[in-house]
């Protein structure tokens, strides 16, 4: 019997040091289009490992999450559904908008008007529309739903900011909480939960100049407001299915784990806190070789090279004008281009280009013969090209485009152009220059060296941090304290008035002592003159 109990013990004991990490369960929680993305990678690397991932998914993104599922790690990926009342996908929405400004025909459109039309469309959609909490409120109070999680024994959830539900979902579940997001955004909670400054001028961009500085504000301002707008909405939600007054800002707050599609090549240097892990990049190590047809395109180049041209999942949104703009200009160059585009063919598509719907793009770009990529500077096309040292042309149309372009403008790897007011010129011209000069080239090749030169990939990375999280229940001793403290606590305005205090009270007593002493020295030398009279 006592052997039995102690064999026992220690197969538990055993386990409890192995940890669940072995084979954990993940949660993960997103919305759709390139965000889901950046999950699904993530996703991966964990499958890869022998983590089992669940994504809870409201029936109106089913579709759209599972499009992107599509090879056997991602078909790995277990989406739980839930029915929810609603058609359309309220994140593909607030994104087409975006694309359909920045890339569709807006004849007479100025970038500010753009800008502008965005601005106040995404605030009406936050304040007044359907931004994912009808969606939520069907989760959180579904008590069945809720319960099956619980059964399901996660061991941990990632999020994707967008997805504020799942901040309400880690406390129900109460397990560690992991945001994954991309550096630029939600600045002011990653603020809040970390308590690292965010220097507003130097955090978006490398440039420093007034108009830069300006730019930034805007932005951080602007940002902040649309993001207090929609956490503000889920606020209730969050009070009531939790049984106690508290915030989004609270609730992002205990996140264990910030993982960041970031790093410090790309993006200006800022104070981080040991639980914001960098990982920019860990979607690109895996490379595979190129469909047959494809090759054969590639090495008909010959020595001269190929120009690959995308906008990433976007590419859909492209106005027939533009589309012609760009074709025209594609035409004349003296290479081979192979172009992401789903839509009808221009008519004045060159001989030299070939129009693909779909493309490998991190295989094309790291393939000897890409000679440069024309890209829309979504961060995760941004970082293929940087870590195969691909010289870029950027035409960044929305979101933290325009941040990465500025960045890689001042890390000298090509040119950028304004996607409002190019023409088929600007980008013939923007092409030969990068091809041509070599110091576009030999920047993208320094960057490239930055990028590998590290102790492990970030993928890698991300995943130890993701274990190391599971491994210890969460990571409470990195989380900063200062949140709980009072402003006047904070900056120790209580202990400053102390120290103040007693210093007065030293000078008081020092003067009284003087003052004192004086009157009686003084009365002596008095009583003294007056007996000598
Ligand atoms: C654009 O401007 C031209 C004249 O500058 C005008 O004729 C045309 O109607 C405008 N188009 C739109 C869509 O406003
Ligand atoms: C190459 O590009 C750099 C950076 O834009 C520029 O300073 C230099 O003058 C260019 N060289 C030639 C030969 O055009």
Redesign the pocket.
């Known amino acids: 019997m006592a052997a039995v109990r102690s064999v026992l013990f220690l197969l538990l004991f055993c386990s409890s040091l192995a940890g669940p990490a072995q084979a954990a369960k993940v949660l993960m929680m997103g919305p759709s289009g390139s965000h889901w993305l950046n999950l699904v990678y993530l996703a991966e690397g964990l499958i890869s490992k022998g983590h089992d991932v669940v994504s809870v998914v409201p029936s109106n993104m089913y579709d759209n999450q599972l499009r992107v599922l599509n090879t056997p790690a991602r078909r790995k990926i277990h989406l739980e559904r839930y029915e929810v009342p609603l058609e359309g996908d309220f994140f593909d929405r607030m994104i087409d908008l975006q694309v359909e400004l920045s890339l569709g025909d807006n004849k007479n459109q100025s970038s500010f008007d753009s800008v502008w039309t965005f601005a106040s469309e995404a605030f009406k959609i936050v304040a007044v529309g359907s931004i994912g909490t009808e969606e939520c409120e069907v989760l959180v109070f579904d008590e069945k739903l809720i319960s099956k999680l619980q059964q399901m024994n996660f061991d941990i959830i990632i999020i994707d900011p967008a997805m504020i539900c799942g901040t309400i979902v880690a406390r129900l579940l109460n397990i560690p909480l992991v945001i994954m997001e991309a550096p630029f955004i939600m600045s002011g909670f990653l603020e809040y939960a970390t308590q690292a400054p965010v220097p507003v001028a130097t955090f978006y961009s490398f440039r420093t100049d007034f108009r830069q500085r300006l730019k930034s504000l805007v932005w951080h301002c602007f940002a902040g407001a649309l993001m207090r707008a929609y956490a503000g909405r889920f606020r209730p939600i969050a009070s009531r299915a939790l049984g106690y007054e508290t915030t989004i800002l609270e609730l992002m707050a205990e996140a264990d784990l910030f993982l960041m599609r970031g790093d410090f090549i790309m993006h200006p240097p800022h104070p981080a806190m040991p639980n914001m892990v960098y990982i920019g990049g860990y979607h690109v190590q895996n490379v595979n070789p190129l469909p047959k047809e494809l090759e054969r395109f590639l090495q008909d180049a010959g020595d001269a090279g190929v120009v690959v041209l995308s906008f990433g999942s976007y590419a859909k949104a492209i106005g027939m004008e533009k589309a012609e703009m760009l074709a025209a200009g594609l035409a004349r160059v003296p290479f081979k281009v192979i172009w992401k585009f789903q839509g009808q063919r221009p008519k004045n598509t060159g001989e030299n280009t070939l129009l693909m719907k779909w493309i490998p793009q991190n295989d094309l770009l790291a393939h000897p013969k890409t000679r440069l990529f024309i890209t829309h500077c979504g961060i995760n096309a941004v970082y293929e090209a940087m870590f195969h040292g691909v010289p870029m042309v950027r035409v960044p149309a929305f979101a933290e485009q325009h941040g990465n372009s500025d960045n890689l403008e001042t890390l000298?790897t090509g040119v950028t152009l304004d996607i409002f007011t190019m023409t088929s010129d600007d980008l013939y011209e923007a092409i030969t220059?990068v091809a041509n000069?070599k110091?576009?080239k030999s920047a993208a090749v320094r960057l490239a060296q930055l990028q590998r030169d590290q102790p492990q990939s970030p993928m890698d990375r991300a995943v130890w941090w993701i274990e190391h999280v599971i491994r210890h229940g969460g990571l409470p001793h990195l989380k900063s304290a200062a949140r709980h403290l009072s402003l006047l606590q904070y900056h120790l305005l209580d202990v400053a008035a102390l120290l103040c205090g007693v210093v007065v009270a030293v000078v008081l007593v020092l003067c009284l002592c003087c003052r004192c002493c004086c009157r009686v020295l003084c009365g002596k030398k008095t009583a003294a003159k007056q007996k000598q009279q």
């Open positions: 000298g220059e000069n110091t576009y």
